[in-house]
């Protein structure tokens, strides 16, 4: 797994993402403030356990990121405010801890 957040991002940064994204998924960016950005790189099954853990942590807005192999590896973006991408992206990291 391959985690990173973008805090504060730039807005040519938000429109390169939102080129990958699903039409719901650039509606949204667009209709939000995006104070950050969580981005990981998983397996398909991970991001859907991922985006779900994400959403039940904290207000956040998931979405799948297209541009990477979807056989085997795949991105989710979590986007919201930053301590909500804060806390969901910890909540991922704690999932991924021996004995979750």
């Known amino acids: 797994m391959n985690v990173r957040i973008i805090n504060a991002p730039q807005p040519e940064v938000l429109q390169m993402l939102q080129r990958r994204m699903p039409p719901h998924g650039r509606a949204w960016a667009k209709e939000h403030r995006v104070g950050s950005v969580g981005l990981i ?3 398909v099954t991970d991001l859907f356990f991922f985006s779900d853990l994400a959403m039940k942590a904290s207000d956040v807005f998931t979405v ?3 541009g990477t192999c979807p056989q085997h590896v795949t991105t989710l973006a979590v986007l919201g405010e ?3 991408v804060k806390a969901a992206m910890d ?3 704690a999932a ?3 004995g979750f």
């Open 64 to 66: 799948e990121i297209y």
């Open 41 to 43: 790189q998983a397996s």
């Open 91 to 93: 909540a991922i990291k």
């Open 82 to 84: 930053t301590s909500a």
């Open 96 to 98: 991924e801890q021996p």
